[in-house]
């Protein structure tokens, strides 16, 4: 049988609390009541369980718009299918299944995971994993022998099997759940239709059956979950597509159907959630690509269906509520992807994110998420304020063409660039693109003159460090480089030969050719859209001037150009594009045609023209960002060394000026945002130097009060790198 994980959320961070009710990593939903008292700092993290990668993701959500970003990854053992995170926030927990272990970490100050210790010992097959509400012990259920381990958490979040290391289970456990108040436990048995009950020892955490062990659920049950306020609980039934509904009586805690014993899912439900608030929960059916929507009747806990089921991508196997109650993530298990949602504030139902998805690693079978608030009671009412990640920028390099070096900066909180104790570093002949990876561990630097890439270590301090194999060899000219949002590939665009080349990253950094693609003629800039599904370069020889279309493979980032639309056309030689966050619309700027060429991103990936297919740029519009808000476009005109400044329009996405152009330094040739979006960086190919600019709240560019930092010579590319916090 094909292992299913069910999904947990948890109100954590760095210091967290927790709080609502429900399923660890393998519950399917709902939360686990908070330590009272704990103290809750900043954070709002995804933690994905990648069962083919054998890995966890972590990803960075949004607090405005939902959206996720990807932070790192960390190794699990084998088949990974289950992970949950105690109640202060500090440690996870992962269930392998490949290798009948549980892999331990602590969540440091950005939100990624660390080892603490070795993998501990599980039954067979273990593929769900939760923390009851005190943050003292740990549950795993064993689909292969029927059990539940049992451990307790010591000093450092190191796990202790207990005595008895295990208690019975039903056939085939694969979900387990502890209610808030952290009395009694709930498993869900695939293979027997039952759900196991017990009560949890108050003072050594060990299972015991209650008097009745047992109660039917539905065929194959797959998900078992508690509402906030411990007095239902919902259990997905994989075999006969419904959600079966229990009341959780306050005398033992033992379950008793609700007068409608179960209401209809669809095909393959694999796992269930309850928002914070308790008056919503969703189902994430396997065999139907979907997630069914239901509010929870106040009073009697019966499921009343909202809407129509709301379409995931292929193979869901888990869904998660972010603990601020506004939006839902879905693994996509067969196609390697996180779905996202928005729940709407009057009836609960979903909607779609743009993107609807971010690109994953190797299948994605569970999901929790963690943030830092206020402090709650347990079984209380959720917290009312989220306190944001705040990305910090930290690091900024510039690539300088004249003479073959990297400069090297720290950014100071106000913005301000400062040479680092090593102010640059060595490149290849004319460095011409920098970047650095989504983990902020590799560099990697396109040498136009020598036909390569440089290849760096990113050191403690900020400084980059050549990797034993300094360089690798591209196509002729290569000007610019991109990596995609997982940090799997490296593609480079090479001008004089009309390639993007794909690189793997391997372990440890280092790059591997695997694939050259064929571009329109000079390609001169190369971007991948937000969901990591479409990628576009710029091709700027006159004779052609526009913009070659792909589709990306998920599982191995090759490019296949679009079937229908090759190519789109742009405006005289088109130079740069951007997208914006969202993945709604792209921008190009069109250096002989003093213009920026405006899209709508369609539903198969192609650009199509806005109505208005230009707005004016300055003279030879060399580069062109978006703001991470996806609220402003900012160019930088070679031509008349200044800094065009536009507004993104919220409902169909064409740029309005905003001011008038703010000066830069001469012949301008690169600019970013750092991920904050509260700074721009501009690069002065004539004046050696990197323009510093603050973004205000309406997005216009003010210098900063030192105006420029020193670069080396003839700078040509500028990067940033932040971390979350």
């Known amino acids: 049988m094909k292992k299913l994980a069910a999904v947990v959320i948890l109100s954590v961070s760095l210091l967290v609390l927790l ?28 933690y994905v369980a990648n069962a083919v990668d054998n890995s966890v993701s972590t990803y960075v959500c949004d ?21 949950t995170i105690e109640p202060t926030g500090t440690y996870a927990y992962v269930a392998n299944s490949g290798d009948n272990t549980v892999s331990q970490y602590k969540i440091i100050s950005n939100g990624s995971l660390t080892v603490i210790a070795a993998a501990i010992a599980a039954g067979t097959n273990p593929n769900s994993v939760t923390v009851d509400p005190t943050g003292a012990h740990v549950y795993v259920t064993n689909s292969g022998d029927g059990t539940v381990s049992q451990y307790k958490i010591m000093t450092g979040g190191i796990l202790a099997a207990l005595a008895p290391t295990t208690a019975a289970a039903g056939t085939n456990p694969v979900s387990v759940t502890v209610e808030p108040k952290g009395k009694y436990a709930y498993v869900a048995n695939d293979g027997d239709g039952t759900i196991s009950q017990y009560d949890i020892n108050g003072t050594t955490g060990r299972l015991t059956s209650m008097t009745t062990a047992t109660v039917p659920a539905g065929a194959n049950p797959s998900s078992v979950t508690v509402e906030p306020k411990g007095k239902f609980a ?87 509520v972010d603990p601020s109650g506004k939006f839902v993530f879905v693994t996509d298990q067969s196609n390697n992807r996180v779905s996202q949602y928005l729940i709407d504030a009057v009836d609960g139902h979903l ?25 709650v009671t347990p079984g209380g009412p959720p917290p009312t304020v989220v306190p944001p990640v705040v990305a910090v920028p930290k690091y900024a390099y510039v690539a300088n063409f004249a003479d073959g070096t990297i400069s090297q900066y720290l950014v100071s909180a106000t913005g301000a660039l400062s ?96 694939a050259d693609k064929l571009t329109g003629t000079n390609p001169t800039s190369f971007v991948i859209d937000p969901s990591g ?41 088109p130079n740069a594009i951007a997208i914006d966050p969202a993945g709604k619309y792209a921008y190009v700027a069109n250096s002989d045609g003093n213009s920026i060429s405006q899209y709508t991103i369609t539903d198969d990936g192609s650009l199509a023209s806005m109505a208005t297919p230009t707005v004016p740029a300055g003279a030879s519009p060399r580069s062109i960002i978006v703001d991470p808000s996806g609220k402003y476009v900012y160019a930088a005109n070679w031509g008349d060394g200044d800094v065009s400044q536009y507004a993104i329009d919220a409902v169909d996405g064409h740029l309005t000026s905003l001011t008038a152009p703010i000066a830069a330094g001469v012949t301008p040739s690169s600019i970013t945002v750092d991920t904050s979006g509260r700074f721009v960086y501009v690069t002065n190919h004539g004046s050696n130097s990197v323009s510093q600019y603050k973004i205000d709240s309406n997005g216009h560019l003010s210098s900063m009060s030192h105006a420029t930092a020193a670069a080396g010579q003839d700078p040509y590319s500028v990067t940033t790198f932040a971390i979350y916090q």
Not at 27 to 38: I, M, Y
Not at 294 to 312: H, K, N, Q
Not at 357 to 374: D, E, K, L, R
């Open 19 to 46: 709080f609502a009710c429900g399923g660890g990593g393998g519950g399917g939903g709902g939360a686990v009541g908070g330590a009272k008292g704990t103290t809750a700092p900043k954070g709002h993290f995804v």
């Open 63 to 83: 607090d405005t718009s939902g959206r996720l970003t990807y932070l790192s990854k960390v190794a699990a053992g084998l088949n990974p299918q289950s992970v």
């Open 234 to 320: 919902y259990v997905a039934n994989r075999g006969d597509g419904t959600v079966s509904q229990f009341s959780i009586q306050a005398s033992d805690g033992s379950l008793s159907s609700l007068a409608t014993p179960t209401v209809a899912a669809a095909a393959a439900p694999s796992s269930i959630t309850v928002d914070p608030t308790g008056k919503y929960a969703y189902v994430a059916n396997y065999g139907s690509n979907s997630v069914s929507q239901y509010s929870i009747t106040p009073g009697s806990g019966l499921l009343v269906s909202i809407t129509t089921d709301v379409a995931t991508e292929a193979g869901p196997s888990a869904v998660a």
């Open 351 to 375: 909607t779609v994110m743009s993107p609807a998805f971010v690109a994953g690693w190797a299948g994605p079978a569970a999901v929790t998420m963690a943030y830092g608030s206020v402090s």
């Open 419 to 514: 040479s680092m104790t090593t102010s640059s570093v060595p490149a290849g002949v004319s460095p011409r693109a920098v970047i650095i990876d989504p983990t902020g561990r590799y560099a990697y630097v396109a040498n136009w003159g020598s036909n390569s890439v440089s290849q760096y270590l990113v050191t403690a301090s900020g400084s980059l460090q050549p990797m034993t194999i300094p360089t690798v060899a591209t196509g002729t000219s290569p000007n610019s480089v991109t990596i995609d949002h997982l940090g799997r590939y490296v593609y480079v665009t090479s001008f004089n030969n009309s390639l993007v080349s794909r690189y793997t990253i391997s372990i440890d950094g280092s790059l591997t050719n695997v």
């Open 533 to 573: 599904r479409y990628a576009y370069a710029t091709n700027s020889d006159p004779n052609y001037n526009n913009i070659s279309q792909y589709s990306v493979d998920p599982t191995d980032g090759t490019l296949s150009s679009m079937t229908t639309t090759p190519t789109v056309a742009a405006g005289p030689r």
